[in-house]
Every structure is written in structure tokens, then in C-alpha cells.
């Protein structure tokens, strides 16, 4: 059964559905959506168990697919741009798989068709796990906890964007640690392999690692109608390191 989404919807003319990835929420589009709102019709999404969208006991692409496709009928939406970054990609690839007659391009960000091993994810996992909120008092001592597992400054930054005063003196998580820790094999396995006739655009980063050349013939199997774009510089957050680049990109397939 689909949730109703959390979405923020602004500007007017062709659609673009933008998608987030893991531990993320619409925001990490923002600086993008903000390039695109004076020319399109652009509605930014929190998946389920993200962001301000509905906690769930069970999260994966089919179930991600039907709640965006949910939000596409409450909001008429018919050619479309869908656009995902990471496991939003995956999302966007189902949503193709299941109604490629809604959607005018598909956007892929940084992530192919195929499973991903956990890695560092498990790490990430572990530190909310253990986070206890209830015994912390301030952010700083959120973010040192954090630290002590993760050592990359960015990634803690990244989580710390999803830490919330829920009331006063209570910090929660905006993603739905359980559920996600759960889930998270299905999280990283790979999508069906139903072919997509939709025009697609898979944009990677040039120093991340989750798109490599020996991706790249399953990807024009599964995606006949595909092109590869790399940014050179960027790495998995492509839309946070390159957001001119990326919003050109989806001007362009959005008006061509």
C-alpha cells in the first residue's frame, strides 16, 4: 500500500520530479530546484521513511515506485522529467519499469541497475543505531558520536542535516533508522530486469565509484534508449558538488 509523500511543488511549465537517495531528503535537491523553478514546474519528494514522509514498517523499490506514482496521480502529473540521485535512481528506474507512459526522460544519478555490496552503509547503520537520542542532550554530542564511527567529515555532515528537535530537549532522526537497517539489503540489491524504452539520462560522477565502465553494457541493455554523461570533478553526490551542471543536464531533456 502506497504512503502520500511529503512534497514541495513551485514554478510552472514542463514537470521535473526531483528524488533523494539514502539517509537523504528533498533538500539535497535544493540548490538545483532552485536553478529550475522560474522555467519548470518542479515538486521536490521525501521518500517514504525519509525526510517529513510517512515512517514505514517495510521500504523498498517497488513500494518507493508506487509511492511516487501515488503523487503523480494526486498531482496530475504526465510527462514528466523523473530524475533520482542513488537509491532515488533506483526508484525512478522502477517507476519506468512500471509507467513508462507518465514520464517524458528519466534521470539516473550515480547509480547503475545492478546490487551494491553494503560497505560503509553497515558503518553509517551502526552509528545511528547506537546514536541513543534519548541520552543526548545537543547536537555536538550527536555529531561527536557520529564521528567516532564515520571519518569522513562530509558523510556526518550529511546525517546531521536529518538530526530534529522533535520537542524541546528531545533530538530524533528524520529517517526511520530501523526500518532502514531492516531493509537495507533490499536497499542495495538491484532492480528488476525489465527492459526501459524510456529516454534516459544516466549522469555519474567522474571519482565515484557506483558507475564503472564494466557497468556500462548493462546499462545500454536495460536502458536501450540511454546516454552517459560524466562530470568529471564529482563524486556520489553529484547534485550537491555540481548542481549548475546537473540543472543544464535536466533543462535540456526537459525542453528537448
Given at each position: 500500500m502506497s504512503v502520500e509523500l511529503?512534497?514541495?511543488?513551485?514554478?510552472?511549465?514542463?514537470?521535473?520530479?526531483?528524488?533523494?537517495?539514502?539517509?537523504?531528503?528533498?533538500?539535497?535537491?535544493?540548490?538545483?530546484?532552485?536553478?529550475?523553478?522560474?522555467?519548470?514546474?518542479v515538486t521536490l519528494v521525501d521518500l517514504r521513511d525519509h525526510g517529513r514522509s510517512p515512517h514505514?514498517?517495510?521500504?523498498?523499490?517497488?513500494?518507493?515506485?508506487?509511492?511516487?506514482h501515488a503523487l503523480f496521480q494526486?498531482?496530475?502529473?504526465?510527462?514528466?522529467?523523473?530524475?533520482?540521485?542513488?537509491?532515488?535512481?533506483?526508484?525512478?528506474?522502477?517507476?519506468?519499469?512500471?509507467w513508462p507512459e507518465l514520464l517524458k526522460h528519466l534521470v539516473v544519478v550515480d547509480i547503475g541497475p545492478r546490487a551494491y555490496p553494503i560497505g560503509d552503509?553497515?558503518?553509517i547503520m551502526e552509528a545511528l543505531l547506537t546514536s541513543d537520542l534519548s541520552a543526548k542532550t545537543s547536537r555536538q554530542e550527536v555529531e561527536d558520536h557520529l564521528e567516532r564511527f564515520i571519518p569522513e567529515k562530509g558523510?556526518?555532515?550529511?546525517?546531521?542535516?536529518?538530526?530534529?528537535?522533535?520537542e524541546s530537549g528531545k533530538l530524533g532522526w528524520r529517517f526511520n533508522v530501523p526500518t532502514l537497517q531492516r531493509c537495507l539489503p533490499a536497499i542495495h540489491g538491484g532492480i528488476p530486469p525489465?527492459?526501459?524504452?524510456?529516454?534516459?539520462?544516466?549522469?555519474?560522477?567522474?571519482?565515484?565509484?557506483?558507475i564503472v565502465r564494466e557497468d556500462?553494457?548493462?546499462?545500454?541493455?536495460?536502458?536501450?534508449?540511454?546516454?552517459?554523461?560524466?562530470?568529471?570533478?564529482?563524486?556520489?553526490?553529484?547534485?550537491?558538488q555540481a548542481p549548475e551542471e546537473v540543472a543544464a543536464m535536466l533543462r535540456g531533456v526537459a525542453v528537448g
Open positions: 511529503f512534497h514541495r511543488r513551485s514554478g510552472n511549465g514542463p514537470s521535473i520530479v526531483l528524488l533523494h537517495g539514502l539517509f537523504g531528503s528533498s533538500d539535497n535537491w535544493g540548490t538545483v530546484a532552485r536553478d529550475l523553478t522560474n522555467d519548470f514546474d514505514t514498517e517495510l521500504t523498498d523499490y517497488p513500494l518507493m515506485a508506487e509511492d511516487v494526486k498531482l496530475e502529473l504526465k510527462q514528466a522529467v523523473l530524475a533520482g540521485h542513488s537509491m532515488g535512481g533506483k526508484t525512478a528506474m522502477v517507476f519506468a519499469q512500471r552503509h553497515a558503518t558523510v556526518v555532515q550529511f546525517l546531521m542535516k536529518s538530526l530534529y528537535w522533535v525489465a527492459v526501459v524504452k524510456t529516454p534516459t539520462l544516466v549522469i555519474r560522477g567522474g571519482k565515484s565509484p557506483y556500462l553494457p548493462q546499462i545500454k541493455e536495460q536502458f536501450p534508449n540511454s546516454r552517459v554523461e560524466t562530470v568529471a570533478y564529482a563524486g556520489h553526490w553529484v547534485p550537491a
